[in-house]
Nanobody, 126 residues
Framework: EVQLVESGGGLVQAGGSLRLSCAAS????????IGWFRRAPGKEREGVSY????????YYADSVQGRFTISSDNAKNTVYLQMNSLKSEDTAVYYC???????????????????WGQGTQVTVSS
C-alpha cells in the first residue's frame, strides 16, 4: 500500500521555525520526485517546494524562497521541509506528494503527482 505520511506541523509564533517530514512507503522512493504543497483557508492548493530524485535539484515558490529548505534522506525514504522565519500567511495544511521521475508537467502542477499524503496543519500566530 502506497503511503505518504506528513508530520511535524503545529502552532508556532511568527518568526519561528518548524520542520515537516514526509515518510514514504509502498513504492520505490528513488523512482519518484517529491513535492510539498499547501492549502490555506479559502485558497487553492499551491506548490511550495520540490526535490528531484534524479539529481537533487530543488525548486521553491517565490513566497518561501530563502526561508524554506527541502531535503531528502533516501536511506529513510523521507523528505523534509525546514521552514524558518514563518509568517502568518504560511498558515495552511501542508501536503507532500510523489510524482514519477521524468514525468510530464511543471513541478507545481497538482496533476503531475500520483500520490498524496493526508496533510499536516501549520498555524503561525502573529
Amino acid at each position: 500500500e502506497v503511503q505518504l505520511v506528513e508530520s511535524g506541523g503545529g502552532l508556532v509564533q511568527a518568526g519561528g521555525s518548524l520542520r515537516l517530514s514526509c515518510a514514504a512507503s509502498g513504492f520505490t522512493f528513488d523512482d519518484y520526485d517529491i513535492g510539498w504543497f499547501r492549502r490555506a483557508p479559502g485558497k487553492e492548493r499551491e506548490g511550495v517546494s520540490y526535490i528531484s530524485s534524479t539529481d537533487g535539484s530543488t525548486y521553491y515558490a517565490d513566497s518561501v524562497q530563502g526561508r524554506f529548505t527541502i531535503s531528502s534522506d533516501n536511506a529513510k525514504n523521507t523528505v523534509y521541509l525546514q521552514m524558518n522565519s514563518l509568517k502568518s500567511e504560511d498558515t495552511a495544511v501542508y501536503y507532500c506528494a510523489a510524482a514519477r521521475t521524468h514525468g510530464l508537467g511543471y513541478w507545481s502542477a497538482v496533476t503531475k503527482y500520483d500520490y498524496w499524503g493526508q496533510g499536516t496543519q501549520v498555524t503561525v500566530s502573529s
